[in-house]
C-alpha cells in the first residue's frame, strides 16, 4: 500500500490517501483526516471499471508527537454500510458534497458501501433514475439510526428509508 499528502503538508488539516499497489488497482483512496486520532474505512477503487474494490479501515493513533496510522482489508460481510434497495426501479445514490461519484443500487438488491470521502458527513443523496430527469428525491443521514422517513415521489409512489444497524454495519434499506 502507498500513501501521499493530497493538500499541502502545510495546510492547517493534514490529510492522507491511500493505494493499493498492483492486482489492476492503482487510484487513490479519497483523503481522511490525521490531524487527531480517529477510525475510518476508505475505499480503493480498480483501475478497470467494475472491478470489486478494496475496503480499507484506517486507524489513526496519536502516540506523544508520533501519529500510528494503521490500514487493514475490510470484510465484504462486515462493511461499515450497507445499502439496500427492494424498490421495483434502480437507485443512484451519492455522498453530498462529493460531485461525479454514484452508486448504482438496482431493484431488490444491496451492495456493501464505504463513504466516498471519509471526512464529510454520512449524507446521501437518493435518486430515482426513472423519474423524469432523474432527479433528486431526498438526502438521508446515515448517521439517524432507526429514523424513518417517507418520500411522496413526483408520480405518485412513496419512497420509504430507514437506516437500521445489522451487527457491525449500518444498512440503508430503502423501500
Known sequence: CAWHWPVPRLARESMLSACVQGGGFGRWSAAFCVHEGGDYFVRVDALAGGGIPHMLR???RRRRATLHVTLAAVRLDAPPFRLTNRLSV???ISQQGVP???THV????????ILDAPSLPPLMCLRVPDL????????????????????????GRSL?????PEGVTRSLLLA
Do not use: F, H, K, N
Open 132 to 155: 423524469a430527469g432523474g432527479g433528486l428525491v431526498a438526502t438521508v443521514d446515515l448517521s439517524r439510526l432507526g429514523e424513518q422517513t417517507r418520500i411522496e415521489l413526483a408520480d
Open 106 to 113: 438496482p431493484p431488490g438488491s444491496g451492495t456493501p458501501y
Open 160 to 164: 420509504w428509508c430507514l437506516v437500521q
Open 100 to 102: 461525479g461519484l454514484m
Open 90 to 92: 434502480p437507485l443512484l
Open 58 to 60: 484506517v486507524e489513526v
